[in-house]
């Protein structure tokens, strides 16, 4: 099945070669920014940097566009339609890993820490079976189909002869993905909307949303501390501590009348691990222990108070649950751009197995518009969802830009100082250098034996000198 016009072609090629590039420069972003700054490493960015070399090695396979098509046998055309076999329905993989992590958020409290340990298992579903798929349809031929891979239209792909690979092995469990993360949400979707209510209602009442697992580790702490105060204060004593103190003071025979030495203060132990609240306790427990000397009692008294500090137990379920709720906005947000990505291309591939030997224009148009945009839609959710990150990178870039415009003017400005002290140095050496020779033939006789004819000093000025 071929195109019915030559110039269809072309106008083929240009669409995806352009919306490839574009999704070219949005997975570069997305990858650029994960790894060079700390501000975009959150949760669901993590899956997102993930699916992005998915989207990356699609968009190598979209850039080729129809480049092999006239030649399926060929080492380029057989390379872009394992790329695309493999990668391009990853997307859709990870879209459900990002559901699976709503779904063990909301119902079996995993936080951050438990759901990074899931990132293995979802790099082996989504990667690791569709490459051996991948591989193995690079060696299949038949003596009446020729090579499963081949002509398809767009580009190198499964052949129009092999068209039950394209629904078994590609479109099928895309679909089977797609149902499974919209019943994920609908399951997870009356929990969402309780939650959603409680964020908004949180402003207005003092109701309690109940807490989740917080999608960062700056909500799922909370701090305990213990403050122990113990004071001793000794009246009498039948020990002479005055030497294990270092003093020594008269002694008058073996007389045990001696004047008791009472310490200037009661000895205190305190341990503190909190900020405010804290220390206004052991402030509390310290005063008391200062009274409880000012009676002279000759018993020990210890002290202990414990104080929790925490955030306040709405504000603590609040921001847990703007987190999960946050991640969860973000997730629905992929599954919507997994849906305009697979609708208008899947509608194709049913047409084409309906009507054989029929291709849908606009079909294949959309279908070229789509589906080389998946990194670009995937780019514009997470620049969406991480902007405070997005603007402090932006911030720091400027700042950057501007220190190196102004170092690059203060190094022109230094050379040019530098240029005219020089010069200007060389000048005051050579008027130095008169002066001095002036002094000297001053003072210097004159070849006939006579002093210089130059004008002498007056003998006040003389007098001066031979007195220094």
């Known amino acids: ?13 240009l669409i995806e070669r352009t919306c490839s ?7 570069v972003f997305i990858i650029g920014t ?11 960015n993590r899956l997102v940097f993930y699916a992005s070399f998915g989207n990356l090695m699609t968009n190598v396979a979209t850039l080729m566009a129809r480049t092999f098509v006239s030649n399926a046998g060929s080492a380029g055309c057989q390379f872009q339609a394992f790329l695309i076999q493999m990668f391009m329905p990853a997307d859709a993989f990870w879209t459900l890993a990002m559901a699976v992590n709503v779904y063990l958020t909301f119902y079996f409290k ?35 189909k020729g090579h499963m891979y081949g002509n398809a239209n767009l580009w190198c792909w499964v052949s129009h002869e092999w068209h039950i690979f394209r629904i078994a092995t590609f479109y099928a469990p895309v679909w089977i993905v797609i149902l499974i993360t919209f019943f994920i949400y609908i399951r997870a979707g009356n929990e969402i909307y309780k939650k959603h209510k409680q964020l908004r209602e949180f ?19 909370r701090k305990t501390t213990e403050v122990r105060v113990t004071s001793e204060v ?17 002694r008058h025979g073996s007389s045990s009348s001696a004047a008791p030495q009472t310490p200037n203060a009661a000895a205190y132990s305190v341990t503190i691990s909190s900020s405010k609240q804290a220390a206004a306790a052991a402030d509390a427990l310290a005063a008391a222990g200062h009274d409880m000397e000012s009676y002279g009692d000759t018993r020990a008294t210890t002290a202990m108070a414990t104080a929790t500090t925490a955030p306040q137990p709405p ?27 697979w609708l208008p291309s899947s509608a194709n591939r049913v047409y084409s197995v309906v009507h054989t030997n029929k291709a849908s224009m606009p079909l294949e148009y959309m279908s070229a518009f ?5 990194g670009f839609w995937n780019a514009i959710i997470y620049i969406v969802t991480s902007w405070k990150a997005c603007e402090m990178l932006y911030d720091d870039l400027a700042n950057r830009f501007r220190q190196r415009r102004s170092g690059r003017n203060g190094g022109a400005k230094m050379k040019m100082n530098m240029m005219m002290s020089k010069s200007s140095s060389n000048s005051s050496g050579k008027t130095y250098e008169t002066e001095s020779m002036t002094e000297l033939a001053r003072s210097r006789p004159s070849t006939n034996g006579e002093r210089s004819s130059l004008p002498r000093e007056p003998p006040q000025v003389l007098k001066m000198k031979e007195r220094v």
């Open 21 to 27: 590039v574009f999704s070219l420069l949005g997975c």
């Open 315 to 341: 504000r603590a379920a609040y921001e847990a649950n703007s987190a999960t709720w946050s991640y969860t906005k973000c997730s629905l947000l992929f599954f919507t751009a997994m849906l305009v990505t």
């Open 110 to 144: 995993y936080d951050a820490r438990r759901l990074r340990k899931m990132e293995l298992p979802y790099l082996i579903a989504c990667y690791g079976v569709p490459f051996i798929i991948a591989f193995s349809f690079i060696f299949i031929s038949s003596p009446t």
């Open 34 to 44: 994960f790894c060079f700054c700390k501000a975009f490493h959150k949760p669901i």
């Open 370 to 374: 789509v589906l080389p945009l998946q």
């Open 203 to 221: 402003s207005y009442s003092f109701h309690e949303p109940e807490p989740l697992p917080a999608m960062d580790d700056a909500f799922s702490s």
């Open 234 to 250: 000794v009246g009498k004593s039948d020990l002479d501590l005055s030497v294990l103190d270092g003093v020594s003071g008269p």
């Open 1 to 13: 099945m071929n195109f019915p016009v030559d110039a269809d072609e072309d106008v083929f090629t």
